[in-house]
């Protein structure tokens, strides 16, 4: 009987255990229940569902990079395109759903705004222009463009 109650104690503690989560500042996970999202977890000490909720995305709201080394055709001829792209999540509930693929959500969309900018303008308006068109796209997933450093060789 002893050894049942200890065996039944422990495993109570592993469940609280499980079920305790802690959200370092600067991060929101975003909690999936049976595969579907359910909430999203802010920094602190939270409460989950073991077995039934689980950890599906660590979202981190600090800012990242993105270097682009690309061949582009702008204007009449093919330029090289050297840019580093400053970026973060504002609002990690829309960008959930493309937090795992935004690397590639952000490289193809700058590509596409490089193709429709002045070659000829000085790199000042070129990168805000960039920044501009960046912005109003990747702002309904909850992204943002806070700086961009590009040159056309």
């Given at each position: ?78 330029r090289a395109v050297h840019a580093t792209l ?68």
């Amino acid at each position: 009987m002893p050894l049942t109650l200890i065996a039944l104690f422990c495993l109570v503690l592993t469940v609280v255990a499980l079920s305790v989560k802690r959200i370092p500042e600067g991060q929101v996970y975003s909690l999936h229940r049976l595969g579907r999202p359910a909430r999203l977890l802010t920094p602190g000490t939270h409460m989950v569902l073991p077995l039934l909720e689980r950890v599906a995305h660590k979202i981190s709201l600090t800012g990242r990079t993105l270097r682009l080394d690309e061949t582009l055709a702008i204007g009449a001829a093919p330029r090289a395109v050297h840019a580093t792209l400053y970026w973060q999540v504002l609002d990690p509930a829309r960008a959930e759903t493309v937090i795992e693929g935004a690397d590639a959500l952000m490289r193809a969309r700058a590509q596409t705004a490089l193709l429709a900018i002045d070659p000829d303008a000085p790199a000042r308006e070129r990168n805000a222009a960039l920044k501009l068109a960046l912005n109003a796209v990747l702002q309904a997933h909850g992204l943002l463009v806070t700086r961009i450093d590009a040159e056309l060789d």
